[in-house]
C-alpha cells in the first residue's frame, strides 16, 4: 500500500510570510550562529491536524470530508503576535510565533476536522490543539547559548505583532522530506462556507 505523508493546514498569505522572514532574521542577528534550524517562510503553515503517513487511496475520500466540513464555516481572521518556547523559555526546542483567534471559529474548525477525520484511522491528538507557527528548531548546543536564546525570546515576544491573516480555505498538503528541507505540495483545498478557495 503506497503511502505519503501529510497534514491538513491554513496556508499564510505571501506578506505575513514576509513578516515572518524579517523576524527571524532579527533572531539570527541575536543568538548564536548555528544554534536554531529555521524553518523556511514559505514553508510556514498553520497546522490543523497531522495525518503522517497516509494511504493515497485516502487521499479523495480525506479531501471530500475537508470540503464538507469546510462549507459548514464561516471565513474568519486570526492575528500573528507574540513568541514563545516549547517547552519552556529555560530549554528552547522550538521557537514559535502565536495565533489569537479570541472568537473560537479557529478551535471550532480545527476540532470539527478533528472528529470527522478520525473515523479514517486518524485519532484525535491526546493534547489539547495550541496554535502557534513554527519559527525554528533549536539543535544540541551549549547550555549557556540555548538559555540565551530562551532568555531573548522572552525578552522581546511581547513586541511581536505580525497582523491579521484572513482564512477562506484550509488545504490538504503533502511533505516530502528532502536533504534540503521538506517540500510542501497542496493536494486539495476546501473553500470555507461564503470563501473561494
Known amino acids: 500500500m503506497s503511502?505519503?505523508?501529510?497534514?491538513?493546514a491554513i496556508e499564510l498569505p505571501p506578506e505575513m510570510?514576509?513578516?515572518?522572514?524579517?523576524?527571524?532574521?532579527?533572531?539570527?542577528?541575536?543568538?548564536?550562529?548555528?544554534?536554531?534550524r529555521w524553518v523556511q517562510p514559505q514553508g510556514i503553515h498553520l497546522t490543523l491536524k497531522?495525518?503522517?503517513?497516509?494511504p493515497t487511496q485516502k487521499i479523495e475520500e480525506i479531501g471530500e470530508i475537508l470540503r464538507s466540513v469546510c462549507a459548514a464555516h464561516t471565513p474568519f481572521s486570526f492575528?500573528?503576535?507574540?513568541?514563545?518556547?516549547?517547552?519552556d523559555f529555560?530549554?528552547?526546542?522550538?521557537?514559535?510565533?502565536?495565533?489569537?483567534?479570541?472568537?473560537?471559529h479557529l478551535k471550532g474548525l480545527q476540532q470539527a476536522i478533528e472528529?470527522?477525520?478520525?473515523?479514517?484511522?486518524?485519532?484525535?491528538?491526546?493534547?489539547?490543539?495550541?496554535?502557534?507557527?513554527t519559527l525554528g528548531?533549536?539543535?544540541?548546543?551549549?547550555?549557556?547559548?540555548?538559555?540565551?536564546?530562551?532568555?531573548?525570546?522572552k525578552r522581546v515576544g511581547a513586541q511581536v505583532a505580525l497582523g491579521p491573516v484572513h482564512v477562506d480555505s484550509v488545504s490538504l498538503i503533502?511533505?516530502?522530506?528532502?536533504?534540503?528541507?521538506?517540500?510542501?505540495?497542496?493536494?486539495?483545498?476546501?473553500?470555507?462556507g461564503g470563501g473561494a478557495a
Not at 503511502?3 to 491538513?8: A, D, G, N, V, Y
Not at 510570510?17 to 536554531?36: C, D, M, T, W, Y
Not at 530549554?91 to 489569537?100: A, D
Not at 484511522?121 to 502557534?132: D, L, V
Open 3 to 8: 503511502t505519503i505523508r501529510t497534514f491538513i
Open 17 to 36: 510570510q514576509e513578516r515572518i522572514a524579517q523576524v527571524q532574521a532579527r533572531f539570527k542577528q541575536n543568538s548564536p550562529a548555528g544554534l536554531v
Open 50 to 54: 497531522f495525518l503522517g503517513d497516509t
Open 79 to 87: 492575528s500573528v503576535s507574540g513568541l514563545g518556547c516549547f517547552p
Open 90 to 104: 529555560k530549554r528552547p526546542r522550538v521557537v514559535w510565533v502565536g495565533v489569537e483567534e479570541p472568537e473560537g
Open 115 to 133: 472528529r470527522a477525520i478520525s473515523p479514517l484511522g486518524f485519532p484525535p491528538e491526546g493534547r489539547a490543539y495550541s496554535p502557534h507557527l
Open 137 to 153: 528548531r533549536v539543535k544540541e548546543g551549549r547550555s549557556s547559548d540555548i538559555e540565551m536564546l530562551g532568555e531573548y525570546v
Open 174 to 192: 503533502r511533505s516530502d522530506l528532502l536533504p534540503g528541507g521538506a517540500v510542501y505540495t497542496p493536494l486539495v483545498r476546501a473553500a470555507l
